[in-house]
């Protein structure tokens, strides 16, 4: 069983930065791919970064590239989302999510899921 939750989210100003958290459980931490999604009022949740099982490899949308990193702490089982450079239209309920599949070589399948935390960019 795999129980993932967030923390570090806030209120931040534009043009601020944030750094939020996701503390893992379950001793397959360091062998599974992590993300980070987020859900807007109103709207549908949508993928923002992932990092591999390995943790050689990241990958981002196109709306954070260049702005937000993921990064992985084994040795604490938490994955961190830095987030730089903030707009309001990044405020949304940001989620963790873990794959399913050890060592998975393909795309994550994320089937364990956080609570969420906000986070909230003023202008």
């Known amino acids: 069983q795999v129980q993932l939750v967030e923390s570090g989210g806030g209120l931040v100003q534009a043009g601020g930065s944030l750094r939020i958290s996701c503390a893992a459980s379950g001793r397959s931490f360091s062998s599974s791919a992590m993300g980070w999604f987020r859900q807007a009022p109103g709207k549908e949740r949508e993928f923002v970064a992932t990092?591999?099982?390995?943790?050689?490899?990241?990958y981002y949308a196109d709306s954070v590239k260049g702005r937000f990193t993921i990064t992985s702490d084994n040795a604490r089982n938490t994955v961190y989302l830095q987030m730089n450079s903030l707009r309001p239209e990044d405020t949304a309920v940001y989620y963790c999510a873990a794959d399913r599949s050890p060592f998975n070589v393909g795309k994550p399948d994320f089937g364990y899921w956080g609570q969420g935390t906000q986070v909230t960019v003023s202008s």
């Open positions: 990092i591999n099982w390995r943790r050689d490899s990241t």
